[in-house]
């Protein structure tokens, strides 16, 4: 059954129905049930369109694309790149890290939670070599990454076995994002947000020696 | 009775913000690395190739979407990170199916004939016996009606916005929408 507003249903369900016609709409809704019915359907067409899921195409299409675009074909697909995100056995051994350094060090703590005030040279103990990192030149930056790292690596052997595979790996999970970022820089070196990213990468690294600089004082 | 206030349609698919690494293999790919541009397409494969599946059938959307990850290869160097990448490359995958369907010689015409069609859409069930889902559903409605269906309730455009791209008026659109709705209430609601 339909009336002269059954037409106007979805209009009225979209919002697109404004002023006199959707205040007569809505009194006609009162009173007539099929519309009500109608207009309830229609709904749930909408809702159950918005809740369709994505899928993936039944067989691999990246050969063809590949091919076409003279793209080297891998034999299997590449592994899902690596992200910079911790294992529940990192976040425990890193937990446990950062428990002992906060609660004997609270005097190492980093001086802007938020990393933003990354120029402020560090408070650290007579051993480790306090930087300027924000400052930032590339060669300040280098220099106070090769300082930390001396650290760690001259005090590597006071650390627990776990903490130190911990730190290094996600060095090394840092180190990938660094490269990336930087050859994304030089392939587009005028993109802000890439520039962002690569600076925020950077000051990552310096935040994680900073804190196994601090952790290898802490023990000492 | 109690009706809930209808509210505008708004796009629901906003591209979630995945675009700090997609951002950077953008870059990296269009300076000609196919392994980050390889990363991109594992990202989006799924939601370009059921873009592709809805607007244009199974039979044609394998062959639409090498074509769409092809043309994105090609126009990278027009993507300056202004809207996600997600983004960038659903509305380039929008307007390469759009050509397929034009090159497959269905005119602007052909949403106005199919007012009639619409309206027997329950008598093309090929499996009246069986519930139909919605995919399929969607997959029985004409071409025209279906890709305003697609692009408005599953993709989230605004009329304004699927008038354009398709090169109808706007009340074209709204009155397609409202038939295919209907025509899909009947297929899922009996």
């Known amino acids: ?220 | 009775m109690t009706r809930t206030r209808p509210g505008p349609v708004t796009l629901r698919r906003e591209l979630s913000p995945k675009s700090d690494s997609d951002a950077v293999d953008a870059t990296l790919a269009a300076s000609g690395d196919p392994h980050a541009f390889e990363r991109l397409y594992r990202g989006h494969i799924g939601r370009v190739h059921s873009l592709a599946r809805r607007m244009l059938g199974e039979e044609d959307a394998d062959e639409a979407v090498q074509d769409v990850f092809v043309r994105a290869w090609e126009k990278l160097g027009t993507f300056r990170g202004e809207s996600a990448f997600g983004t960038w490359l659903h509305r380039l995958a929008i307007n390469v199916m759009l050509g397929r369907r034009e090159r497959r010689g269905i005119q602007r015409q052909r949403f106005l004939e199919n007012e009639d069609v619409l309206d027997m859409v329950p008598g093309r069930r090929s499996q009246p016996e069986t519930a139909m889902d919605m995919e399929t559903a969607i997959g029985e409605l004409p071409d025209g009606a279906r890709q305003i269906f697609v692009l408005h309730d599953v993709e989230g455009y605004r009329h304004e916005e699927i008038a354009e791209m398709l090169g109808l008026a706007t009340g074209t659109s709204k009155s397609q929408l409202h038939r295919a709705r209907m025509a899909l209430r009947r297929q899922l609601d009996r």
């Open chain 1, 1 to 220: 059954m339909s009336d002269q507003w059954t037409d106007r249903l979805s209009e009225y369900l979209d919002g697109d129905l404004e002023g006199p016609e959707r205040t007569e709409l809505e009194a006609h809704l009162e009173t007539c049930p099929a519309c009500s019915e109608t207009l309830n359907g229609l709904r749930r067409i909408v809702i159950r369109a918005r809740s369709l899921d994505d899928r993936p195409p039944a067989r691999d299409l990246w050969a063809g694309v590949a091919e076409r675009i003279g793209a080297p074909v891998q034999a299997r697909p590449l592994a899902p790149r690596r992200r910079i995100a911790f294992s529940l056995p990192q976040l425990l051994a890193a937990g446990i890290a950062l428990a002992v350094f906060s609660g004997g060090t609270a005097w190492l703590l980093h001086p802007d939670a938020a990393g933003v005030a990354v120029n402020q040279p560090l408070l650290l103990p007579a051993d480790v070599p306090a930087t300027n990192i924000g400052a930032a030149s590339p060669r300040n930056y280098d220099s106070a990454v090769e300082d930390l790292e001396r650290v760690l690596v001259e005090g590597r052997g006071r650390l627990d076995t776990v903490t130190v595979r911990v730190l290094e790996q996600n060095l090394a999970i840092i180190d990938q994002a660094l490269e990336q970022a930087r050859r994304a820089v030089a392939a587009d070196s005028a993109n802000a947000y890439l520039n962002t990213h690569l600076a925020e990468t950077m000051r990552r690294k310096i935040d994680l020696l900073r804190q196994a600089a601090a952790l290898v004082s802490a023990v000492s």
